[in-house]
């Protein structure tokens, strides 16, 4: 995928435009719809506030939980705009629907300075079937579209993908800009060296970006649950660890192409030892073993010291390194030393220069538990956006984007 040849709102003319605002406004609500975590409104404001500066109208619109095609108030954006008007510090006007009469009243009457909320966009089936006449309305609403919504991105949804055949000018928001900066050079063009570390709890759901960045890293260093998929493959016993059986044979083979065995030589590093409970709570017990003797009524649930200590020294004199998948269960106090210890290495390796990017929703919520997302490069705001693009698949709210 070409990321540098899209345009973005730098490229643009806003001032006395309509434009339609795709974000990704996909907020924690507890039972009473009070918003748990406003990270991705604030996300947005950059791209907000240079529109209501350059003097054009926002109408932003975004999907909220699975409502499937209905409407559910629980999944109302209301809340949202009421946020939103506190961060942007201006009035926010919510319409009630996200398409039809409504809008286009609105959208009339509005005034320069003024600031549009649409309703939960898939409270309309045809939003989820990337419907192109659902999709020819929104693009109706607006002289312009900017998608600011990474976390949609791999979705092919009307407001994210066929909305872009009926708009004139499809651009980046600064959010998706940053992260079209960030992993497309990753994938593109990476300072080398360049370490990826994949951790995380199944093997199943990383299996592709293994085998999309083995060809462009110069190693790969496995840790967390799947560790024990690939012990397993090779022989190994596992203990109660958790293993995907149905992927022994996939997990053999990668470990053959990358000539790795039991950990020592060619791209890909397996831990070297473990830490072993047999009680996956903050109550359980706490064991290292070498990774050879996992006790049969116990599972790994952390890499080991020797681990860690292997890990860091792998990653000196690197210049990249991406962290997708946590090393263990960071959750639990006494399994998160692992975790801990790599992300803290990684957030040194940035202060020292060098190049730390996460990528994952569990990583970046175990550097923020950490307090270390603010040392890294950058911390991707997408899971499933950031897998798939670096399993190397295109997105199609990327793809779509207007070419400069
Ligand atoms: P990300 O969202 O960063 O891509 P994943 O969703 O793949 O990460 O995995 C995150 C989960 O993996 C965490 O909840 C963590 O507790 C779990 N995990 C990591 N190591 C282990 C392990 N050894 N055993 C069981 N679960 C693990
Ligand atoms: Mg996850």
């Not at 006449?133 to 976390?151: E, H, S, V």
């Not at 073993?289 to 000196?316: A, C, L, Q």
Request: net charge negative.
């Amino acid at each position: 995928m070409d990321f540098k040849n899209k345009l973005t709102i730098d490229d643009i003319d806003i001032r006395g435009k309509h434009v339609f605002v795709r974000v990704d406004y996909n907020v924690p609500l507890d039972e009473n719809g009070i918003i748990q975590d406003d990270r991705r409104i604030r996300a947005t404001l950059p791209t907000l506030r240079k529109i209501i500066n350059d003097g054009g109208l926002p109408i932003i619109a975004s999907h909220l939980g699975r409502p499937k095609g209905k409407y559910v108030s629980g999944l109302s954006m209301e809340p949202v705009a009421r946020r939103l008007e506190q961060l942007l510090g201006r009035p926010v006007t919510f319409l009630p629907d996200s398409s039809g009469e409504i809008v286009l009243r609105a959208r009339k009457e509005a005034q320069t300075g003024d600031v549009i909320l649409l309703e939960n966009l898939r409270f309309h089936k045809e939003e989820e079937r990337n419907d192109p006449d659902f999709a020819k309305q929104l693009a109706g609403y607006a002289d312009l579209y900017i998608n600011d919504a990474f976390g949609a991105c791999h979705r092919a949804h009307a407001s994210i993908s066929a909305i872009q055949d009926y708009v004139e000018v499809a651009a980046a928001g600064y959010l998706l800009k940053k992260e079209m900066e960030m992993l497309g050079k990753l994938l593109v063009d990476p300072e080398k060296p360049f370490v990826a570390i994949i951790g995380g709890a199944k093997i199943s759901s990383k299996i592709g970006i293994i085998e999309h960045l083995m060809d462009k890293t110069d190693k790969i260093l496995i840790g967390g649950a799947m560790s024990y998929t690939f012990f397993k493959s090779l022989g190994i016993d596992v203990g109660d660890s958790l293993v995907e059986d149905d992927k022994l044979d996939v997990a053999r083979h990668i470990l053959e192409k990358a000539e790795a065995h039991k950990g020592i030589g060619g791209r890909i590093f397996l831990p070297i030892d473990a830490v072993v409970t047999d009680d996956i709570s903050d109550k359980g017990v706490r064991k290292v073993v070498n990774y050879e003797e996992i006790p049969h009524n116990m599972g790994g649930v952390d890499i080991g010291p020797n681990t860690i200590e292997r890990y860091k020294k792998e990653i000196k004199g690197c210049e990249t390194i991406v962290i997708n998948g946590p090393l263990g269960v960071f959750e639990i106090d006494q399994f998160s030393r692992g975790t801990r210890e790599i992300l803290t290495a990684i957030a040194n390796h940035v202060e020292n220069g060098g190049i730390g990017i996460i990528g994952g929703g569990d990583s970046a919520a175990a550097a923020r538990k950490f307090g270390l997302a603010d040392k890294m490069t950058h911390v991707s705001t997408g899971g499933g956006a950031s897998l798939k693009l670096m399993e190397g698949k295109p997105l199609p709210g990327i793809e779509a984007l207007t070419d400069k």
